[in-house]
C-alpha cells in the first residue's frame, strides 16, 4: 500500500556479501554532537540485498513518551521516519537488519515536484560515511607495506601542513583517521547554500584555508577534533603512495569486490543520475531549495560519495566483522580515542553506547540536502541504517533529534 506520502514497511531479503559503521559528523559540521544523549550526533556533512516487495503498513509509534516494547525494530523506524515528515522532511527511508533479514522503510516523497514516493533502494549522498571508505583504503595500504600509521604527513605530503604554526613532520597519518591532529575546518569558509557546485577547490586549496582559520590550540595527538580537512590530507596521501586519487582507489579496492553496483564517489560531476532522492535545504522556515546538484569538490576524501542504504549497509558490515581488512587491520579500525561522553572515534567510524547499553558502531554523514546515519554491531550481524533528503547545513533540528532517536530505539529491539 502507498498512500501519498509514501509511508510503508517492506520486507526484503538481506544481502550476502563478504562481509558487512561513526557518526560524528558529516564532513559538513553544523553542531559537532550530539543529537542525543549516544550517539546522535549529525555531524555534519553526510543495504541488505534483495529487491522491495509488497509493502506492509506500520502498526506502532515511536514518538516521545510512548513504550517500544511491543514494537518491533521496523515499526520503530517506521514510527520516526513519519515523525520526520511531520517535522518538515520531504522524505525518510531506512533499513533494518539482522543476520539475513532486512526490512525497509519509506516515508514521504523523494521528488516533491513529481510526487514521487520516497524509495528505500534510491541514491543519495552520504557526506561524511565517506570516511570509512577513505581509511580502509589506507588501512589496506598499510597491510601491504606501503606505509604507517606511524608515518608523519611530512613524509608524504612535503610543504602541505607548513603555515600558522602548523608542522606536518609532528602529524601522523593515524591522527588524520581518528582527528586528533589538531588540524583546523575549512567547510564553513568554501560551503553553503548558494555554493557554485561546479567550482573547483583542489584539496591543498582546502587544506590551506584550513591552516588559515587560527594557530595550534595543542599539540598533535592531544585531543579528538573533528576536522574535515583531516581526510582531506587522507586523500591526498593516498594519491601520493598509489598514483592514483582516494575515488580510484575506493572504486578499486571496495565497490568492485563488494558489488556496490550503486555507490560512487564523483570527483568533478555535482549532479545525481539513475534512481535517486532529490536533496532539498529550508530555507525561512517553510522553502525548500532543491540542492540536488552540490559541489563534490568540496568534500572529496572526507565526504563525496553517492551509495544508497544497501550498499552501505554491505561495506559497514564487511568493514567491522574484517571481511575487507583481516584482524590485526580491523583492530586498528576499532582501535578509538575518546571524542564525547559514551562516544569514541576510531578510524573513520565511531563506537558509540547506546540508551539501552549497547555498544555499536556507525557514523553520520550530511551535506546539503542529505543526510544519513547507520548503525552496526561488532559483528556486523545487526544493522539500522536511516536516510532523509533535507540538510540545510544546520545540526541538532528536530527532525534529525526524533529520526535517530527511532534509529537508536529499532537497534535496541533487534
Excluded at 85 to 93: E, H, L
Excluded at 123 to 129: A, E, P, Q
Amino acid at each position: 500500500m502507498r498512500d501519498d506520502s509514501g509511508a510503508a514497511i517492506e520486507p526484503g531479503a538481506a544481502n550476502r556479501s563478504t562481509g558487512g559503521p561513526a557518526r560524528p559528523t558529516s564532513w559538513v559540521r553544523g553542531r559537532r554532537r550530539r543529537l542525543v544523549p549516544v550517539a546522535a550526533a549529525a555531524c555534519l556533512l553526510m543495504t541488505a540485498v534483495g529487491t522491495a516487495t509488497a509493502a506492509v503498513p506500520a502498526t506502532g509509534s515511536a514518538t516521545a513518551g510512548i513504550s517500544t516494547a511491543a514494537q518491533s525494530p521496523a515499526d520503530i523506524l517506521q514510527a520516526g521516519a513519519q515523525q520526520g515528515i511531520a517535522d518538515g522532511y520531504p522524505g525518510v527511508i531506512g533499513m533494518v537488519r539482522k543476520g539475513d533479514t532486512a526490512q525497509y522503510i519509506r516515508a514521504g516523497l523523494g521528488d516533491l515536484t513529481n510526487r514521487v514516493p520516497a524509495d528505500p533502494k534510491a541514491k543519495f549522498r552520504i557526506g561524511s560515511n565517506t570516511k570509512a571508505f577513505t581509511a580502509t583504503v589506507l588501512l589496506q595500504l598499510v597491510g601491504e607495506g606501503k606505509l604507517s600509521l606511524a608515518d608523519t604527513v611530512a613524509k608524504w605530503l612535503p610543504g602541505a601542513v607548513a603555515a600558522n604554526g602548523y608542522d606536518g613532520s609532528t602529524i601522523t597519518i593515524r591522527q588524520l583517521l581518528n582527528h586528533t591532529s589538531g588540524l583546523p575546518e575549512y567547510i564553513g569558509r568554501v560551503y553553503s547554500v548558494g555554493s557554485d557546485p561546479n567550482k573547483a577547490w583542489a584539496p591543498q586549496t582546502l587544506v590551506d584555508i584550513a591552516l588559515a582559520q587560527h594557530a595550534p590550540v595543542g599539540e598533535p595527538g592531544e585531543r579528538f577534533g573533528y576536522s574535515n580537512a583531516n581526510y582531506v590530507l587522507a586523500g591526498m596521501v593516498i594519491k601520493a603512495v598509489t598514483g592514483e586519487d582516494a575515488g580510484t582507489q575506493i572504486q578499486r579496492r571496495i565497490i568492485e569486490p563488494l558489488g556496490l553496483h550503486d555507490t560512487g564517489f564523483p570527483a568533478t560531476d555535482p549532479a545525481l543520475y539513475g534512481n535517486y532522492l532529490r536533496g532539498y535545504a529550508i530555507q525561512a522556515l517553510i522553502f525548500r531549495l532543491d540542492v540536488t546538484v552540490s559541489n563534490v569538490q568540496v568534500g572529496g576524501a572526507a565526504g563525496a560519495m553517492v551509495s544508497t542504504l544497501d550498499d552501505m549497509a554491505t561495506f559497514f558490515r564487511a568493514l567491522v566483522s574484517g571481511s575487507l581488512l583481516g584482524p590485526e587491520l580491523t583492530a586498528e579500525l576499532k582501535t578509538t580515542v575518546p571524542a564525547a561522553t559514551d562516544t569514541d572515534y576510531g578510524l573513520g567510524v565511531e563506537h558509540m553506547k547506546l540508551p539501552c547499553g549497547q555498544w555499536v558502531w556507525g557514523h553520520n554523514g550530511a551535506v546539503l540536502g542529505y543526510f544519513s546515519e547507520w548503525f552496526t554491531s561488532d559483528d556486523g550481524e545487526k544493522q539500522v541504517l536511516l536516510a532523509n533528503n533535507e540538510y540545510h547545513l544546520a545540526g541538532g533540528t528536530k527532525g534529525q533529534l526524533d529520526t535517530t532517536k527511532a534509529a537508536t530505539e529499532a537497534f535496541c529491539a533487534l
